[in-house]
């Protein structure tokens, strides 16, 4: 959505512009006028630059020149206390970023990964706000997480949370940002803002993503199996296929392919689109009143069924099933079932959360300007994986 | 003239022997066959072409014979780029053009006795030529310079006066007595080749390769083998008749073997190493008389003493063990996500006598083998380490009743035939470019990261075969894909062979360590470790990587294997160079001074670390007094 406002420029800082929702941020705050300085890494395993990461990325977002001439590239890094800035652009950065959007996170899930999630979250945050200890920015904007340790039996409003309830280190880590930030900001008089999304997909209008984690991988694994085991099934005469249980319908040409899904409990995974989390942040950064906390989420969750029942549609696969089971039964499982258990399972407690988001803040200021988040329904997932397949899962797109 | 382009291939010759033995069954170089002399073999052709491009080999008489006896049969083509992908065909042809150019040109040729720094015929040549015939012994350069260096960083080159190869005993007898008369010294080579360094000389350069006798006796399971059959060759022999030996690497030579260092495979957890290996031996004294192990009045070679020795004698034959297969063996990994958890577990295998085989492999050398090039190789070592999460894996050769044993303590196996699939479906697994559709890689990555159990274990459940079968679609025409276009024929041919992909085959032939050089030329340090201190041997290879990385010297974990009911273990970890980068060698020089002083520290306040380099000349030591010595 074009937004066109009569707000004076102002000067931004973002981070984690490669990412998803940053880089989003960062292309629809120079199309609404604002100068935008973006802080990039230089990947040490590529040689690609910092200009050329965030070039390709302007491109695949369609930004106008007028916009791409209000953003500057900084090579820097959060993991380094200085940000790994040359002493001239540190200079500027300091005297000349009124607003901060911080989008930099790590977003995996994995205990395993705890250091690594931390190092960014938390420390590399830490590096930022002492960056800008002194600097001239009134604003930050952060990019939380509506997971941030929310109550799973009463509502998680739009408030600090108690430090309780995370269920992998990447929601803990979120929860210490916040309290970190709402540290900094009271000790320095800045405006905190912190936008909690849930999941975010891709554009629902437009099918359009570059990231294709999250919801996007089960139905790429699904796919890809498909595709396998039809070409076994045409060209092999489905020796390995029938050992797995997999056959095709003559008739209709449909692959029946025994999956089961299991869950436990919970009403579903809860899903926004890319454009309603960027208008939502963008329209909520002049919100007024002094409570800043807003939940992005999507008033109805999608339930584990429906989008089992999606895939096979668009696949057009039989034979997987989305199945509730007791806390107490552990069925013996397939090793489709068992491969897909271990996709689900990082996402297992989104999937059976049973957390209510209040988004009544957000709402105020949402509603009236005529932001709703769309109910994720086939045509939105039919749009979403369509536009995943034709790029073939990002290889197309040149990022 | 030789070509920049063959010349730097030449340069490339790591002296791994590996053309001097037919490993894949494939044929063997025949004028090396014939010839004997490392010269005119591939790797010694190799030598000459890198001499003459240095403009330090002039054209004599035994390098057109050289030239001339290369048949450009391609023999060694398969051969070198099994183990090193380098193509050394075009270094072969060229060493023919550079002869058959100067002959056309009619310029002179060198004749082989014309030593001009003594005016005539060197007198120790005449005299040794007496006593082998006049064949086989030579001071011609074209003969000499395939013995004059090694890839070793520590090698000081030296040029035989020289090399003679003696076809028994007798004549190694005659050989030391006329070193003995002269003042001359002497150093003996197995198979002419030297990797470490240790076997140059300005003297007499034995060359053991023609003693090829093996004698089976099958009454006492024992087979008596002369100085120059390798372990190799002795394996073949004995797998014909249905037993095994426990033997080196496939072109090392047996005897020099059990002088140089005793025998160390994954079997040494069930056959010992040392003494245990075999029931006699016989020698030449440097006096150059005869005496045989088990003499009362000879040198006691089962001492050992914690110092550098010298050479009691020269290794003429050995009486090893043999012994017995059973029909049901059968090779298969355990995948594991650290050194820790690899060295209780192998300890415990050992312990309970589990499996006639056993070691702890890095990702690196199981990725190395399994890919026929070096660039697969790598995304397979990455993808193992990071998406199985299986940086070491646990090797077991085992009957039936231990694989049973092994998945009753609940682990994660590999069988071997998920390990043929992967192999022979390898390049479907692990595309080296970016490929243009999905792979299982792709589907399974995020995976890796996830919490849980590794992906190995969902790898190793067997009703997930199918689904790998169907994504890797394994076969040799599969696997040889990933070589170049000219080559494919063959190693499609070659991967036919199920032994290529058989667990126990590979390590009892000892190909499935071949590749490990493949990059670089490989500096292994090897040392016996107490295993029941696992927490000492995390300290030696993390203090060996550490030094190694401070010097910017590519370095890996080789390998871990229990001795003694897992009281003990080998340990081998590596170092590797580039044998043409003065700077690589330099720095690796830096590195193996430093190991040598965290080795010899090690050794000296903890129990059961011993250093091999001290088993040089002792190698037929008692295995107790060595591992247990203080």
């Given at each position: 959505m074009m937004r066109v406002r009569s707000k004076p420029e102002k000067r931004f800082l973002v981070t984690g512009a490669t990412g998803f929702i940053g880089s989003h941020l960062a292309g629809a705050l120079s199309?609404?006028?604002?100068?935008?300085?973006?802080?990039?890494?230089?990947?040490?395993?590529?040689?690609?630059?910092?200009?050329?990461?965030?070039?390709?990325?302007?491109?695949?977002?369609?930004?106008?020149?007028?916009?791409?001439?209000?953003?500057?590239?900084?090579?820097?890094?959060?993991?380094?206390?200085?940000?790994?800035?040359?002493?001239?652009?540190?200079?500027?950065?300091?005297?000349?970023?009124?607003?901060?959007?911080?989008?930099?996170?790590?977003?995996?899930?994995?205990?395993?990964?705890?250091?690594?999630?931390?190092?960014?979250?938390?420390?590399?945050?830490?590096?930022?706000?002492?960056?800008?200890?002194?600097?001239?920015?009134?604003?930050?904007?952060?990019?939380?997480?509506?997971?941030?340790?929310?109550?799973?039996?009463?509502?998680?409003?739009?408030?600090?949370?108690?430090?309780?309830?995370?269920?992998?280190?990447?929601?803990?880590?979120?929860?210490?940002?916040?309290?970190?930030?709402?540290?900094?900001?009271?000790?320095?008089?800045?405006?905190?803002?912190?936008?909690r999304p849930s999941i975010v997909y891709g554009n629902s209008r437009t099918g359009k993503t570059f990231r294709f984690n999250a919801l996007y991988h089960p139905v790429r694994s699904i796919a890809y199996l498909r595709d396998l085991f039809m070409k076994d099934l045409?060209?092999?005469?489905?020796?390995?296929?029938?050992?797995?249980?997999?056959?095709?319908?003559?008739?209709?040409?449909?692959?029946?392919?025994?999956?089961?899904?299991?869950?436990?409990?919970?009403?579903?995974?809860?899903?926004?689109?890319?454009?309603?989390?960027?208008?939502?942040?963008?329209?909520?950064?002049?919100?007024?009143?002094?409570?800043?906390?807003?939940?992005?989420?999507?008033?109805?969750?999608?339930?584990?069924?429906?989008?089992?029942?999606?895939?096979?549609?668009?696949?057009?696969?039989?034979?997987?099933?989305?199945?509730?089971?007791?806390a107490q039964q552990n069925p013996t499982s397939s090793a489709l079932d068992h491969l897909f258990q271990r996709y689900m399972e990082p996402y297992q407690p989104y999937i059976e959360d049973t957390r209510v988001f209040d988004d009544s803040r957000a709402a105020q200021t949402l509603l009236p300007a005529g932001i709703h988040c769309p109910g994720f329904s086939y045509s939105i997932f039919e749009q979403c994986m369509t536009y995943a397949m034709k790029s073939n899962w990002g290889r197309t797109l040149g990022l | 003239?030789?070509?920049?382009?063959?010349?730097?291939?030449?340069?490339?010759?790591?002296?791994?022997?590996?053309?001097?033995?037919?490993?894949?069954?494939?044929?063997?170089?025949p004028a090396g066959a014939e010839n004997h002399f490392v010269s005119y073999y591939p790797q010694g052709r190799m030598d000459l072409v890198k001499a003459i491009a240095a403009g330090k080999l002039p054209v004599t008489q035994r390098l057109v014979d050289i030239a001339n006896t290369c048949t450009l049969c391609g023999a060694c083509e398969l051969q070198c780029h099994f183990i090193s992908e380098l193509r050394l065909m075009s270094v072969m042809k060229e060493l023919k053009e550079h002869v058959n150019e100067h002959l056309a040109a009619g310029n002179p040729v060198l004749p082989e006795f014309d030593d001009k720094s003594l005016r005539r015929n060197d007198p120790l040549l005449v005299e040794l030529r007496e006593i082998t015939g006049p064949r086989w012994a030579s001071n011609d350069p074209a003969i000499t310079t395939a013995y004059f260096s090694d890839p070793s960083p520590v090698t000081i080159p030296k040029l035989p006066r020289a090399v003679v190869l003696p076809k028994s005993v007798e004549e190694v007898e005659g050989i030391v007595r006329v070193a003995k008369k002269h003042g001359v010294p002497f150093m003996v080579r197995g198979n002419g080749s030297s990797v470490m360094g240790f076997v140059m000389t300005d003297g007499i350069l034995v060359d053991t390769q023609r003693m090829k006798t093996m004698d089976f006796d099958a009454d006492n399971w024992c087979v008596t083998v002369g100085a120059g059959v390798s372990a190799f060759d002795l394996q073949k022999e004995a797998f014909a008749r249905r037993y095994r030996v426990n033997v080196a690497e496939p072109a090392a030579m047996v005897c020099a073997n059990l002088m140089c260092s005793g025998i160390m495979s994954l079997f040494s957890t069930t056959y010992g190493t040392l003494d245990d290996g075999y029931v006699d031996a016989e020698f030449v004294s440097p006096e150059g008389n005869r005496f045989r192990l088990k003499d009362n009045r000879q040198p006691d070679l089962y001492r050992f003493a914690r110092e550098d020795h010298p050479l009691a004698g020269i290794c003429t034959s050995v009486q090893m063990k043999l012994y017995p297969m059973t029909a049901d063996e059968e090779g298969f990994l355990v995948p594991v996500e650290s050194l820790q958890e690899a060295l209780v577990f192998v300890r415990e295998l050992s312990i309970r006598r589990i499996g006639f085989g056993l070691g702890v492999l890095g990702a690196d050398y199981i990725s190395a083998f399994m890919s026929p090039a070096s660039a697969l190789a790598r995304a397979v070592k990455e993808s193992t380490e990071s998406t199985l999460r299986a940086p070491f894996m646990v090797m077991v050769l085992g009957d039936a009743k231990d694989r049973a044993a092994v998945e009753s303590m609940n682990r994660t196996i590999l069988s071997n035939d998920l390990f043929r699939t992967l192999m022979l479906g390898l390049p479907n697994l692990s595309p080296v470019s970016g490929e243009s559709h999905d792979t299982l890689t792709d589907i399974l990555q995020p995976l890796g990261d996830a919490d849980g159990q590794p992906l190995s274990h969902l790898l190793g459940r067997s009703d997930l075969q199918p689904l790998i079968e169907a994504a890797l679609k394994p076969s040799p025409e599969t696997h040889a894909s990933a070589v170049p276009e000219d080559l494919r024929a063959a190693y499609t041919r070659l991967y036919a062979r199920p032994e290529m992909t058989d667990l126990v085959w590979l390590n009892m032939f000892r190909i499935l360590s071949s590749r490990m050089g493949r990059e670089k030329h490989l500096l292994p340090l090897i040392m016996y470790v107490p295993l029941d201190k696992p927490e000492v041997i995390d300290a030696l290879v993390s203090g060996l990587k550490r030094i190694a990385d401070s010097l910017n010297v590519k370095n890996d974990f080789g390998f871990v294997s229990p001795l003694d009911l897992g009281k003990r273990a080998f340990l081998e970890y590596d170092f590797y160079l580039d044998q043409n980068d003065p700077d690589e060698i330099r720095r690796s020089r830096m590195a193996l001074g430093a190991a040598a002083e965290l080795i010899e520290r090690a050794s000296a306040s903890v129990n059961g670390v011993q250093w091999i380099r001290y088993t040089l000349n002792q190698g037929c030591c008692r295995k107790e007094y060595l591992l247990y010595s203080p």
């Open positions: 199309e609404e006028g604002h100068s935008v300085c973006l802080l990039i890494r230089t990947l040490p395993t590529q040689s690609t630059t910092s200009d050329d990461r965030w070039n390709r990325i302007a491109d695949w977002l369609r930004l106008s020149p007028a916009a791409r001439a209000r953003i500057t590239v900084f090579a820097g890094d959060l993991d380094a206390p200085d940000l790994n800035l040359s002493a001239d652009d540190a200079r500027f950065l300091k005297a000349n970023t009124e607003e901060i959007v911080h989008a930099a996170a790590s977003t995996s899930f994995s205990e395993r990964k705890r250091t690594e999630i931390f190092q960014t979250n938390i420390i590399g945050l830490g590096n930022l706000l002492s960056f800008m200890d002194g600097a001239s920015c009134s604003r930050i904007h952060a990019i939380s997480t509506a997971y941030v340790g929310g109550n799973p039996v009463a509502p998680c409003m739009e408030v600090f949370s108690p430090p309780h309830g995370c269920l992998n280190p990447y929601e803990e880590s979120k929860h210490q940002a916040e309290i970190l930030l709402r540290e900094f900001c009271s000790r320095k008089g800045v405006r905190l803002f912190i936008y045409l060209e092999n005469s489905g020796n390995q296929a029938r050992k797995m249980g997999i056959s095709l319908d003559p008739t209709d040409h449909t692959l029946h392919m025994p999956i089961h899904f299991r869950k436990r409990q919970g009403t579903g995974v809860n899903l926004v689109p890319i454009e309603y989390c960027t208008d939502s942040i963008l329209e909520l950064m002049n919100a007024p009143g002094t409570d800043r906390i807003f939940h992005i989420t999507n008033t109805k969750s999608t339930p584990l069924t429906d989008l089992v029942s999606f895939t096979g549609r668009l696949l057009k696969i039989s034979g997987m099933v989305a199945e509730g089971v007791s | 003239m030789i070509s920049r382009e063959a010349a730097r291939t030449a340069g490339q010759c790591r002296h791994y022997s590996m053309c001097k033995i037919d490993y894949l069954g494939t044929g063997l170089c």
